[in-house]
Structure formats: structure tokens, C-alpha cells
């Protein structure tokens, strides 16, 4: 009998999505399109150690781990922000850039797309 491994596992489980969270954070802070946003949380730097934090709390989670995430949902998190769909597709290219060199395989990287892909009507400005 075989079982596939979860996608946390597949994601490298805590250290492979504090990785990925890390790239993703530094692609975020230095796209032209979204940086402005993101540049906030640099000063103090733990802000964005926070940030960082929280998010991998909630992809270790939303990907099948162990870990616990007691913050916001999507909805809540991005309500007022007014992310327009070119913020959002930019946010998107970021996540599968870090995923890619982090060495995430493609049928990995696909899944963490469907599942982005499925949060987007929470995050982006109706």
C-alpha cells in the first residue's frame, strides 16, 4: 500500500515553507507592482518577521501540517486593502517564482496555484 505524501510534506514541511515565505516575502517587497505595500513591515524588522511567521503558520496548516493558524481568514485580512486583479496576478507570479527556485516540482507548484487561484474572490477588490 502507497500514500502520497501531503502537500505540507511536499512543501518540505516547516523548514521547506519558512523557505519558501522567505522568497516569497523578498519577491513581494521588491515587485513594482505590490512592493508598496510590503515595504511597511521592513522598519521595525520585526514586523516582517511577524508577517513572515504568520504566513507560514497558515500555509503550514492549509497544507495539511500539524501547526495551528489562529489568525484572520482570508476575507477579514484583505478587507479594505482595495488589491485590484493586477495586484493580485503579480502576488501570484511572486508564489510560483519563490516556488520554482526553491525547487518545488511542478505538479506541487500547480496545486499551491488551484489552491491561491481558489482565495482570490477573498483577497481582490469586487
Known sequence: MTTEASLFERLGGSPGIARIVD???ARHINNPIIGARFRP???PSEKLEDLKAHLARF???GSGGPQRYTGRDMK???TGMNISAEEYMSA???IIGA???TGIDEATRNDVLAITWSLK???IKV
Open 121 to 123: 474572490g477573498d483577497i
Open 59 to 61: 500555509l503550514e496548516m
Open 23 to 25: 522568497e516569497v516575502a
Open 92 to 94: 501570484m507570479d511572486d
Open 99 to 101: 516556488l520554482e527556485v
Open 41 to 43: 513591515y521592513l522598519e
Open 76 to 78: 477579514s485580512a484583505h
